[in-house]
């Protein structure tokens, strides 16, 4: 039997194949590529990211096995052979984003977004994207948009492409602040020597009225902000060949299905000690899932922000959103399994398999391929057919509770390097066409394949 640092060089050299590299961009480049956060912008943002921030003198993010990108992990899975995870780049880092450090990320992982909200899909330009059938693309569509593969055929939802960079596994909420201060904006003169400004103070800790430590002036923890934010892990249910239908942390299991045997959701080491994290891409049944809730916090972007107004109840209602509160782009895992083998003839659960897998197809496993919310909650746990958890935020359960990896804001227009690599799902020894195909698209033009005929 093959190693997992094996099968994950197999896996990898399928994608890096797949997606190609280019060896250089004539587009304008406007959007630039994503460099690792600056320790500054992490502490912040209540992240413990130096030892100088106490009360911890060993942070996490700084070590094994959370290795933030930059630091850690610049070979092996997801890159293979030569290939690197990041690089050093003082030229497209820091000078464009002062909040970065001078750590380009290479790897580029992909996803879907399962609430509708990305702005990335066929539906782009379409003038009525709550429709089916072939009219739902709009007049303007591409051969590319309409033509979905064959998990996507005309006339079905596409899927919605996310692109994120993961620069660290959190394993335990010791990894986040609860104590911080810093002053930011003071002056003292100006061009008449009377022009001052106190500043303005960022800062973690306990406040004035607030029984609740290592909050914001807001009395919002970053821990509590990140939970809003959700991405949704399926590990392999097939320990030694034989199906589990439980995780083996006991805290995240179902009365759905027996405790034994289970599957494991705890990190591993590969033959050089190195930790290799339970959702990394090789363990992964299929790409990430990611419900964004790109909202404005004062519904600026005309999301609901009450229940008083019933014509946006269609719309996530979070008080929080993606892009405006969780600046780093993190995201809390949320692990989903099935409660019944793939081939199950219990009832409705064989049924229910069957459907989702005609519109998404199948992981190499036989399981059907899970896309969006719906699916999941509605179709899935509401039948006892799946289940989901999350692990324990002390770390007991071993494996990963958060990601550090924000979403590319827009991957169009340069912020898909010719260097970066695709980390994505193989079904069957095969990328997802849709995903791969616009990787790269976005690497050789700047654009999504399905932008070619109405720009």
């Known amino acids: 039997m093959k190693s997992l640092l094996m099968k994950s060089i197999l896996v990898c050299a399928v994608l890096i194949m797949a997606a190609g590299l280019v060896s250089a961009q004539t587009f304008t480049k406007i959007n630039p590529p994503p460099c690792d956060f600056s320790s500054q912008?992490?502490?912040?943002?209540?992240?413990?990211?130096?030892?100088?921030?106490?009360?911890?003198?060993?942070?996490?993010?700084?070590?094994?096995?959370?290795?933030?990108?930059?630091?850690?992990?610049?070979?092996?899975?997801?890159?293979?052979?030569?290939?690197?995870?990041?690089?050093?780049?003082?030229?497209?880092?820091?000078?464009?984003?002062?909040?970065?450090?001078?750590?380009?990320?290479?790897?580029?992982?992909?996803?879907?977004?399962?609430?509708?909200?990305?702005?990335?899909?066929?539906?782009?330009?379409?003038?009525?994207?709550?429709?089916?059938?072939?009219?739902?693309?709009?007049?303007?569509?591409?051969?590319?948009?309409?033509?979905?593969?064959?998990?996507?055929?005309?006339?079905?939802?596409?899927?919605?492409?996310?692109?994120?960079?993961?620069?660290?596994?959190?394993?335990?909420?010791?990894?986040?602040?609860?104590?911080?201060?810093?002053?930011?904006?003071?002056?003292?003169?100006?061009?008449d020597g009377v022009q001052t400004n106190p500043g303005e103070s960022i800062s973690v800790g306990t406040f004035e009225g607030q029984s609740v430590p290592s909050v914001n002036p807001r009395g919002i923890r970053m821990e509590d902000i990140i939970g809003n934010f959700e991405a949704y892990a399926s590990v392999n249910q097939f320990p030694n060949g034989v199906f589990a239908g439980n995780p083996c942390a006991a805290d995240m299991q179902t009365k759905l299905a027996p405790t034994t045997p289970c599957f494991s959701v705890a990190d591993t080491k590969d033959s050089s000690g190195n930790t290799v994290s339970d959702v990394a891409t090789p363990k992964l049944r299929q790409n990430w899932r990611f419900a964004t809730n790109r909202n404005a916090m004062d519904g600026s972007d005309n999301n609901c922000i009450n229940n008083t107004n019933s014509n946006c109840s269609h719309i996530s209602d979070s008080p929080f959103g993606y892009f405006c509160d969780d600046l780093l782009g993190a995201w809390i895992i949320t692990y989903f399994w099935f409660t019944q083998p793939p081939t199950t003839t219990v009832q409705p659960c064989h049924d229910v398999f069957a459907a989702i897998a005609a519109k998404n197809g199948k992981s190499p496993d036989g399981f059907p391929i899970i896309l969006t919310a719906h699916e999941l909650n509605d179709e899935l746990e509401a039948n006892g057919c799946g289940a989901e958890g999350q692990e324990a935020v002390n770390g007991t359960d071993g494996g990963a509770a958060w990601l550090i990896c924000p979403a590319i804001p827009d991957p169009r227009n340069g912020a898909i390097a010719s260097d970066a690599f695709l980390d994505a799902v193989t079904h069957n020894g095969l990328l997802d066409p849709f995903v791969s195909n616009n990787f790269a698209c976005l690497q050789q033009t700047g654009k999504f394949c399905f932008e070619s005929s109405v720009e």
């Open 41 to 191: 912008f992490y502490a912040d943002n209540g992240i413990n990211s130096s030892a100088t921030v106490p009360p911890v003198s060993s942070p996490e993010l700084d070590t094994e096995p959370d290795g933030r990108f930059g630091t850690f992990r610049q070979f092996g899975p997801p890159a293979t052979g030569t290939q690197a995870n990041w690089v050093a780049d003082t030229p497209d880092c820091s000078p464009t984003d002062p909040t970065r450090r001078n750590f380009r990320i290479l790897a580029t992982t992909a996803g879907n977004s399962d609430d509708g909200n990305s702005p990335f899909s066929c539906f782009d330009g379409a003038p009525n994207p709550g429709s089916t059938g072939p009219g739902q693309f709009g007049p303007n569509a591409s051969a590319a948009c309409v033509n979905q593969p064959a998990a996507n055929p005309p006339g079905q939802v596409p899927e919605t492409l996310e692109f994120i960079s993961i620069m660290a596994f959190l394993h335990s909420e010791a990894a986040f602040e609860t104590q911080d201060s810093r002053t930011v904006g003071f002056i003292n003169g100006g061009l």
